[in-house]
């Protein structure tokens, strides 16, 4: 009967492993890598003289065999490690500067102008046409509790009308109370209750923003996008305050020669409600492909505040009216510079992003 | 929905052109989003037998077809396959024009001539089916040479597809949308006709029903139908349920559907030999029952789901051994369907708690025609006359129905039609224009409500089909809405409100609009990265740390919210480079968020059912980050583009301080914080992208250097963490200045903006110290460098002697050796 082979696994890992952990550098580390772990190596040479075993003496060696390998591997990779780590520093330390020394006026500058997102200018020309008419600008966060998103806009929890938004759940208190916002409806929430507890109603503040929607990205969506919302709480406000604002703007922003209209539509947060359009700026009211012939582009929706938002708020709806609407801010880009294809907008190729000043 | 033309004209006359009507759908807010003509152009096209098929010499896509079109034989080419000798196929003789406006002409194909063409129904306008010709022998008694559109029984019609907004209960249906239109147009509206149940023989002898749960099920009606022979329907009924997209199955489930898609009424048509006891009851489900639905899915029952709200109660239909039948207004069970045999039907027409059905078809993932209905609220009052209209079509195909007498007829609770008071200026105060009483009433009666005029108000009762109407203020409003929409939103008058508050931004959306300009203006080019990202990016930085993560992310690279924009900045730098356009400035505004029990300052707020809750939300920090990534950008072009960007903001005095903690991604050795010297507050950091990061998401570039610079903006924001310079003016004086320079050997421990700012405190004659050069060497001591600072002195009230010069350059060289720094 011969030894076994591995008769003197001890003293060889024992080897392996002071040789690993005598390596001073990453360089001396791939180069005896080979010997340590390779084909080449002890380790790979005892393997195959397990052939010659008997196949229950060869399974028994072979996992003996394998566990010293984990070992050696493991030390090897956690030099490695310690080597890497201790190279950076070197390589860091080599590279250190101290910025607060830094002569700015001897820093050559080119002079070259880059240029503004396209949905924030959007944005900002859409905030100038309304602050011109009166409204001041509010914001409000993008991860919203259920009741601003939904509740308090009359939007009970499993109402089919939430259907109409397909809503980002965050991982945060019990399910589906804390939602990416799915519009910048609950701003309007934020503010009145602002103004109840601040008494200082009335309001006139557009909110932009940005809003997310668990919808496939495609030509005419985004799953994250803008809106601009609008909200008036004033005394005496109608309809016809409403379609006269929606009115005012469209010509403001699109053109004297671009009109809008109201036709009947449903939200839960207002009544009556409303979808406009104005006219399609591609054929300017013709007829084309892109308005389905109509000559009119859905542009958002709009509505007198429904009581049960007033209430939920706690505004007195025998004193105070108000409407809200909203459009995309992104959508307005898309028709003001006919881009085929919203998902240029989040390419950030700088080719299409010079375009625009 | 989809409802034909044809079927709208049973309910009124509509002479009106098609567009007319798209226009008067679209105001009424019935939106037409497609129109679709069946049937049109089609008036060429006959039936042809198909006589011989030949293989042609050299062809393997193609063969030559000889039909007979009522007129001896004819030759076409024709690649399709999917017929036999003696099949009937629609034939487009030469000469005929197609749908879309296709003319057939004589063509040659590989040497033989092709005298018109076979056509598959798509090409015909007729379904989507372009698999092969459309072959006619299933569906008609065909002869060769009649016209097409006699062999189908088709007349051209439109179909207009209408989305029926949520507040519609009433509109899913052709009844619902002709009601609209007869009251717009003041034309009177026709009613389907019905039919009666026999008179001798009583429902109660055959069937049995019941409600467990009235809160649940508020009406359930089973009629018995005997003597059923199941099998087709009319061909008008087919064709009604094609040009609303559904398929036709037998007469049975047909003509439920019919009647669905006529008066909005589900029903559900059981066979009666296999429902235990002829007996139908509603309940509530109860934990552990379960069922198969008709889509061949298992389904646990009352298993309260996820959603908020959801308690995980179901209404289910059982049979008289308690057995689940079905989910009520959802989906019925395989156990009970109508099969071939079928000779009994108990129909079920019932009206179930709207939100009820809502909750159980969301937690089953289950949506159907009944549910859709349903959940909207279907009128409670609808069932029994559904259930006549259902007989009298399925008596077309089974003359010798009987109808049991007395259907059964059991109630619950259904919602109470509110009655809601119009005062005298209420439209007027709602639309801006006062409507005559007169005009008010006609609309509101021609849609089904109630009018009473009582005092100077008008009480007006919702009808029962319209359960979206609340009572009370919001009542007022659905009402309002009701007459506005009637009216016409079009001819609604249009006034500008003006107020005296004036409009304009706040100081924060100011300094924004300020920071973007800047940047622009110092060549930064505006990126938008996405908020949400994967956790392999999060890792890079915050491995093991806490996220704030989706529940439902589309993707799971985008199921982590950002905790900077850094990691988007450089991917889209990358891209970029890629594209050969990387040398570029990148730069972001945006939110960056952070797990609430990762912050001191996570958001509290008000949330969970009723907005009862307390919840702490993510903190929101909006920051403006840029990547500087031209050729020769570092930590010192990122140095100075913060300088300007300082500068023009009207900050005080900002420090570039370099300490030994940078942020996760940034150099560690080559990174500063940008500390406001008053209020100490660190604004943000400026420096260079650590080089790991940057070979991790923009394999391509090996060693470049990506500067970059990032502001907390909610800091900068608040002016009693970032300090504004002075209001006040400081107006130079007209007396010349004197400029020395100082060169000090500075310890490395030194900030040279310290050193600046103390020279500046040394003498009140300094009007200005600024750094101009930094030496290092090795004549110098060890950690230590030489800053060479300009300084300019003056007064305002003289020009500055000699002597006072020498005094104040004295005075600085001292202050600054206090500090260590000698003059060199």
Known sequence: MTSSPLANLATQKAGLLAAIAALATLDDLREAEPAITGKRSILSTLQKSLGSLEPDARREAGAQLQEARREVEAALELRRTVLAAAARAVLLESDRLDLGDVVVGAVRWPASAGHPGLVASTQRALEDVFVGMGFTV?????????????????????????????????????????????????????????????????????????????????????????????????????????????????????????????????????????????????CRGEGCRTCSQTGWIELGGCGMLDPAVLEAVGIDGEVWSGFAFGFGVDRCAQMRHQIADMRALIENDTRFLRQFS | MKISLSWLREFVDLPESMEDLRTILDDLGLVVEGIERVGEGLEDVVVARIDEVRTIEGADRVRLVIVDAGHGPVEIVCGATNFELGNYVPFAPVGAVLPGGFVIATRQMRGVTSNGMLCSARELGLSDDHLGLMVLDELTTPRAGQSLLEALALEPDVVFDISVEGNRPDAWSVEGVARDLATRLGRPLRAPSLATPEADVMTDSFAHAGIDDPELCGRLTVSVLRGVKVGPSPSWVVQRLQSAGMRPISNVVDAS???????????????????????????????????????????????????????????????????????????????????????????????????????????????????????????????????ARFVKILRESVPDLQWLANPLDVWGTVPTPPTIELRVGDIERGLGVELSSAEVTTSLEGLGFRVEPRGSSLFVTAPSSRLDVRSGTAGRADVIEEVARLYSYRRLPRRTPIWAAPGGLTDRQRLRRQIRDVAVDLGVFEAWTPTLGSDADFDLLYAGQLRVRITNPLASEESVMRATMLTGLVRAWGKN???????????????????????????????????????????????????????????????????????????????????????????????????????GFTLGFVGEVDGELVSALVPLVTSRRLGVVDVDLDALADPSLATRRSALANVPSRYPSAVIDLAFVTPSTVHSADLAQALRDASTLVEEVALFDVYRGATLPDASRSLAFNVRFSSTERTLSEEEINGARAALITTASSLGAVLR
Not at chain 2, 294 to 301: A, I, K, M, N, S
Not at chain 2, 316 to 332: E, K, N, R, T
Not at chain 2, 595 to 618: C, S, Y
Not at chain 2, 624 to 629: H, M, N, P, S
């Open chain 2, 577 to 679: 480079v890629e594209r050969g356009t990387g040398d570029v400035l990148l730069g972001e505004m945006g939110a960056v968020f952070a797990h609430p029990d990762t912050t001191d300052e996570p958001r509290v707020t008000r949330g969970g059912v009723g907005g009862a809750v307390t919840l702490r939300l993510p903190r929101e920090n909006e920051r403006l980050t840029i990547v500087l990534g031209r050729l020769d950008d570092d930590a010192t072009t990122a140095v100075a583009l913060w300088s300007a960007l300082a500068d023009r903001l009207g900050l005080a005095d900002v420090v570039v301080r370099t300490s030994g903690q940078a942020p996760p991604g940034f150099h560690p050795t080559r990174t500063a914080l940008l500390v406001d010297r008053a209020s």
């Open chain 1, 138 to 282: 509010a914001e409000g966060p993008e991860v919203e509790s259920d009741w601003y998103n939904f509740e308090a806009l009359n939007i009970p929890p499993a109402h089919p009308a939430r259907g109409m938004w397909d809503t980002f759940y965050v991982d945060l208190g019990e399910p589906e109370t804390v939602v990416l916002r799915t519009h910048t409806s609950p701003t309007q929430i934020h503010l009145m209750e602002v103004a109840v507890a601040a008494d200082s109603l009335p309001i006139h503040s557009v909110m932009p923003g940005r809003c997310y929607r668990r919808d496939t990205p495609d030509a005419r969506h985004l799953a994250a996008f803008h809106q601009i919302e609008g909200l008036v709480v004033d005394r005496g406000i109608t309809f016809a305050d409403l379609a006269g604002v929606i009115e005012t703007f469209t010509r403001a922003y699109f053109g004297p020669d671009i009109e809008s209209r109201l036709r009947p539509a449903f939200f839960p947060f207002t009544e009556p409600s409303a979808e406009f359009e104005v006219t399609c700026t591609i």
């Open chain 2, 257 to 387: 559907n019919l009647v669905m898609l006529e008066l909005g009424q589900p029903t559900h048509p059981y066979d009666a030999a296999r429902v235990a006891g002829h007996t139908l009851r509603a309940r509530r489900a109860r934990p552990g029952e379960t069922l198969e639905t008709l889509d061949g899915v298992r389904r646990e029952l009352a298993k309260a789901g996820r959603g908020l709200g959801d308690t995980g109660e179901d209404c289910v239909i059982v049979d008289g051994d308690d057995h689940v039948l079905g989910l009520a207004g959802i989906m019925g069970g395989a156990s009970s369907e109508i099969s071939a045999s079928t000779s009994d039907v108990l129909l079920e027409a019932a009206f179930f708690d709207p939100m009820a059905i809502a909750r159980s078809s969301k937690r089953h993932g289950l949506r159907s025609e009944a549910s859709n209905r349903f959940e909207r609220g279907v009128d409670p009052n609808l069932a029994l006359r559904a259930v």
